[in-house]
């Protein structure tokens, strides 16, 4: 068998065909990665394939997470494969950015160009293949967010209905809407998320539903591609630092798995240094990481945060499924959690726009965790450095014009301050008044 599913406890590591219907070990309960025979390929012809590629009419070719289908070989036939060319996210410099954290050079990996607008969809399409491949018909998650969005999009695109399911008065119009338009049925339940999650486990398995949250370890494959792309645009040379946001920290699993499979493969000669970033009201993760690095724990185990709190609503997460995982690849590539305010978001956040990128609140949290870093000495400001931003701008408008008009509130409904503010003007339909305040 060239692909299995593997528990991810190193007690138990039990092994699955990778076409069982699991979410998690049933022996012991814990997450679950698909693991791989060796390739025959040599690195260097995999870069060569995977180069060749981008010049390709094929769509598989043209997707940037297919285009790399020999680091995620989970599927025995790729019919099943819907892609939206996903991926195919720019490297963009930032000098203004750059400047504001104090680095020399700092460049974005951003994930907001992808079809629905964040990184949900490098994973989405490996987990629709797999829906497909194992004769479901329906799909479902439970998220008020970029995962709905996404697989709204990918489900329908596939001809999979799609099912939302949302915690009641939880709802982000910016997201809810592309999952409403992509045609996903969406419910909204009267309990919060760790109910619904329960609820949502109990129905699938009795309608045959597959389950697209954050742990489905296919998501966390395509996820992968995102390393394997940013290393293929920078002609293999690891970065010293990978910067990202963590809120269910599966894009941190995929990191870590990614670099470390293609440092095995020889496609690259070092394991860059991952750095995690959490907001303040939702930093379990950043608790985690310092209490194990401090004590050297044995077993550590995460502390949920029972009411988690951000505007950031991608990152707005108290139990992180992914954590283990996460903990595992910060740890081995000897990276660092920091945690970051509302404040320092917001103004990291505007930051970027000024450099005419843009992002999601969420995805401005790397700038302002590498302020911090950079401030501490931990990371020199010499630094080799790309921040993954993970969501596109317009997926919360709402946030960003109440931060240009200060009245952006923090989930205290203290007053964030509009220190990079751009006040749009009334002015007088009148030209010599007009040419007075444009100077
Ligand atoms: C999902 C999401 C995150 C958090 O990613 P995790 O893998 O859950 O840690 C961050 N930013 C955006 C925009 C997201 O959609
Ligand atoms: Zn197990």
Redesign the pocket.
């Known amino acids: 068998m060239a692909a299995e599913l593997v528990c991810f406890a190193p007690t138990c590591r039990t092994r699955f065909p990778i076409t069982e219907l699991l979410y998690n070990c049933p022996k012991c309960g814990s997450l679950l990665e698909a693991i791989y025979e060796p390739l025959e390929q040599s690195a260097l012809m995999l870069k060569r394939v995977w180069r060749e590629r981008r010049t390709s009419n094929a769509p598989l070719d043209q997707s940037g997470v297919w285009r790399f289908r020999e680091l995620i070989p989970f599927l025995a036939s790729y019919n099943c494969v819907v892609t939206l060319r996903e991926g195919n996210t720019p490297l963009l410099e930032a000098r203004q950015a750059a400047q504001y954290a104090g680095l020399d050079r700092l460049v974005f990996k951003h994930q907001g160009f992808n079809p629905t607008g964040?990184?949900?969809d490098n994973g989405m399409t490996c987990g629709t293949a797999q829906a497909l491949r194992l004769g479901r018909t329906r799909v479902a998650c439970v998220s008020t967010?970029?995962?709905s969005a996404s697989m709204a999009a990918y489900a329908s695109a596939a001809g999979l209905q799609p099912i939302i399911f949302i915690p009641h008065g939880n709802i982000s119009y910016g997201k809810l809407a592309q999952a409403l338009e992509y045609g996903a049925r969406t419910l909204q339940v009267e309990a919060n998320f760790d109910q619904i999650l329960a609820l949502v486990r109990q129905i699938a398995e009795q309608l045959g539903i597959y389950l697209l949250n954050?742990i489905n370890p296919f998501r966390i494959e395509g996820q992968k591609t995102i390393m394997a792309e940013m290393l293929d645009q920078r002609d293999w040379q690891a970065p010293d630092w990978v910067v990202l946001?963590?809120?269910?920290?599966?894009?941190?699993a995929a990191f870590g798995k990614a670099l470390r499979e293609m440092k095995e493969l020889g496609l690259i000669s070092r394991l860059p240094r991952l750095a995690v970033i959490q907001a303040e009201g939702a930093a379990p993760f950043y608790e985690l990481v310092h209490k194990t690095q401090k004590s050297r724990a044995k077993k550590p185990q995460l502390q949920a945060v029972e009411h988690p709190e951000t505007l950031a609503t991608?990152?707005k997460?108290g139990d992180?499924v992914?954590w283990p995982k996460a903990l595992y690849e910060v740890t081995t590539s000897q990276g660092v959690a920091e945690k970051v305010t509302e404040q320092e978001i917001a103004d990291a956040k505007a930051v970027i726009g000024r450099c005419g990128i843009g992002c999601?609140p969420?995805?401005a949290a790397t700038l302002a965790g590498l302020k911090k870093l950079i401030a501490a000495g931990i990371i020199p400001a010499d630094a080799d450095v790309v921040a993954v931003l993970?969501?596109h701008v317009l997926?919360d408008p709402d946030y960003i014009y109440r931060y240009h008009t200060g009245v952006l509130e923090g989930p205290g409904g203290e007053h964030i301050h509009s220190n990079y503010g751009n006040q749009p003007l009334v002015v007088p339909n009148d030209p010599a008044e007009i040419a007075r305040v444009l100077g």
């Open positions: 964040s990184f949900k967010g970029n995962t954050s946001p963590g809120g269910n920290l599966g894009n941190t991608a990152i997460i992180p992914s999601e969420a995805s993970t969501g997926k």
